[in-house]
């Protein structure tokens, strides 16, 4: 056990998170020269054509050092503040943190969210300082930057090039030298956590674990503490490239266990493992429940496969344990699910995963973040749906969430990023230069107006130089009203928004325009209205196709005519009838297109 050592790679997203760690297992003969690929730990399709981590991967290393060979446990983690959830449960299997900053780009917002998540957990950081084969990398100003930061000495930063392999021995050495081999008793009573898992159609569920305690071996009765279920231990190992059985794996080790469970929801992320005979009194400490930033409807295209959307989202939470859901019903959409997001990426690739995994064919109703109604007689209610809104006369008082802002950008897009932040109902609290270009602003905001687009346009008015973290702080009174779609004369629930009083008028408005644009055009008009409660606001109408229009879109025009079939090739579309109006996935998320 004293030549273990776990750690995870921590970064703001494009760092060189991914990159760096393929030169680590390159250089650590992990993987073989011809069996390299860039990125090669992000093995999921979406993960590769996106270039981004979404899920932490896990794998093993071995390591000579001053003549003895080390185990390296090496957790690769996503970047993305959507994804911080799974960058904590990584750090609680560890030790140490490499802290990754791009030389040319300095310390953006999630590295220091990420750092405050591994101090938190008391982990030893390791500061590098990537990408240095850059000519306009600029290490003196970013080595200042990280010193201010964790307050280490200039000599404690490595440089290297995940691009051209500098560096990567002295960080080997480094894991070796300075982050703490794992304690724990192989003798005493077995607790391992689960910090992820897997669904694998062949071979079942596989968990992943870290030992904090004890030893487990092949055949064990074990027994998951949560849930109180027993199982045979029927095949543990070691995340190599790929699976490694072992005999026997003990205290301070990472692996994996394949043990017959079928059911996905007897899997818990942050449960603990222990034997059957001899249990130990206590469960580690679990993980701090997720809180969802955005919640949706799914619901199957196909009404019938309702049945099987909810399994696939069970299997799908194996692996993404920040996804939350419960049934619900929506009039126009029939049967679905209300689904908590951390933020909207996050709801994409839940969407994607949902597709492309389960192949499931799903429509994502409009986002909204969760409100508080306090009714007339003081009563609580969470609002996690507009159709779940009571009616203005039972209700006192609403509630919005509110976050804390860190945006950090160079000088001269102080003001109009202090603009923006004012339109969206922002509040400053703070402005302080980390060096003379570099300045980190704090706002509080409401979550509502940030969650959607925010991001997009402080990289249009900053032309990509800022970067933005943000967290719950909690809710305050706000003046906000329920604005209701009716298609030709019929309320579409799943359409529905809660907007603040002051914006609604202009929201109602282009609201109906943008859905004109995106309702495809039938046989017949369709009127599109916005109400708030009984009174009218909007009104468009998207005009009735004619005939030789038909002919001319369908017939005409070749090339239409074979993206159209093409489309169709792809699978299901992603559309649903409500009344005689057919509605597609774009027009529910018609709200995210506005302004
Ligand atoms: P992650 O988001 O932190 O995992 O970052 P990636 O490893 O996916 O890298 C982001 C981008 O930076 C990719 O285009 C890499 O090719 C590039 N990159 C990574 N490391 C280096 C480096 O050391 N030097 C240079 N020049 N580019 C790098
Ligand atoms: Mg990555």
């Given at each position: 056990m004293k030549n273990i050592r776990n750690f995870c790679i921590i970064a703001h997203i494009d760092h060189g998170k991914s990159t760096l760690a393929d030169r680590l297992l390159e250089f650590t003969s992990t993987v073989a020269k011809r069996d390299m690929q860039a990125q090669l730990l992000d093995n999921m399709d979406l993960e590769r054509e996106r270039g981004i981590t979404i899920k932490s991967h896990a794998i093993q290393m071995q390591f000579p050092y001053k003549g003895e060979i080390y185990t390296l446990n090496l957790i690769d983690t996503p970047g993305h503040v959507d994804f911080s959830y799974e960058v904590s449960r990584s750090i609680a299997a560890c030790e140490g943190a490499l802290l990754i900053v791009d030389a040319s780009q300095g310390i953006e917002a999630q590295t220091i969210s990420n750092l405050y998540l591994a101090i938190g957990a008391d982990l030893e950081i390791i500061p590098v300082l990537n990408?240095?084969?850059?000519?306009?990398?600029m290490p003196e100003e970013v080595t200042d930057e990280i010193v201010d930061l964790i307050g280490c000495k200039p000599e404690d930063i490595l440089h290297a090039s995940g691009k051209t392999g500098i560096g990567i021995e002295a960080i080997l050495n480094a894991i070796c030298d300075r982050i703490p081999a794992p304690k724990g008793d192989p003798q005493a009573p077995l607790q391992a956590l689960i910090f992820d898992s897997v669904y694998n159609s062949y071979r079942g569920i596989e968990v992943l674990f870290r030992i904090k305690n004890g030893t487990m071996r092949k055949g064990d009765k074990v027994k998951f503490m949560a849930t109180g279920k027993e199982y045979g231990a029927d095949e543990i190992g070691i995340l190599g490239l790929n699976q490694e059985p072992r005999q026997e794996m003990s205290a301070g080790n990472v692996g994996y266990l394949i043990s017959g469970?079928?059911?996905?929801?007897?899997?818990?992320?942050g449960d603990t493992i222990t034997h059957v005979n001899r249990p130990t009194p206590d469960a580690i400490q679990g993980f701090a429940d997720v809180k969802p930033m955005v919640f949706a409807g799914i619901y199957p295209?196909?009404?019938?496969?309702y049945e099987e959307l909810r399994s696939s989202m069970e299997k799908l939470q194996l692996n993404d344990a920040s996804l939350v859901w419960e049934p619900e019903t929506s009039v126009a959409l029939g049967f679905g699910f209300r689904c908590g997001f951390l933020g909207m990426l996050h709801m994409e690739i839940v969407q994607e995963r949902l597709e492309r995994e389960f192949n499931m064919t799903v429509i994502t109703t409009v986002p909204s973040v969760q409100f508080h109604a306090i009714g007339t007689k003081d009563q609580m209610l969470t609002i996690n749906?507009?159709?779940?809104m009571p009616e203005?006369?039972?209700?006192k008082l609403i509630e919005e969430p509110f976050i804390k802002a860190q945006i950090i950008t160079a000088s001269e897009y102080v003001g109009p990023i202090i603009t923006l932040c004012m339109e969206k109902r922002g509040i400053i609290k703070g402005q302080s230069y980390l060096t003379s270009e570099r300045v980190e602003l704090s706002f509080e905001l409401p979550l509502s107006e940030i969650v959607f687009d925010f991001f997009d346009k402080l990289k249009t008015i900053s032309r990509g130089y800022a970067s933005l973290d943000y967290e719950l702080i909690g809710f305050r009174e706000a003046d906000m009203v329920k604005l209701d779609v009716m298609l030709n004369g019929e309320?579409?629930?799943?359409l529905s928004a809660i907007v603040h009083r002051s914006k609604s008028y202009d929201w109602g408005r282009r609201l109906c325009e943008k859905l004109r644009e995106l309702l495809p055009r039938q046989m017949f008009d369709i009127a599109i209205q916005a109400s708030i409660g009984q009174k009218i606001i909007a009104r468009e109408t998207v005009k009735a196709l004619r005939k030789n229009v038909i002919a001319k879109c369908y017939g005409g025009d070749i090339s239409r005519k074979r993206k159209l079939l093409e489309k169709q090739k792809e699978g299901k579309k992603r559309m649903r009838s409500v009344g005689s109006v057919e509605i597609p996935q774009e027009a529910f998320l018609a709200v995210l297109k506005i302004d």
């Open positions: 990408k240095i084969d850059l000519p306009h990398a469970i079928k059911e996905a929801r007897e899997v818990k992320v295209v196909e009404t019938t496969e749906a507009p159709s779940e203005p006369n039972l209700i309320k579409v629930d799943a």
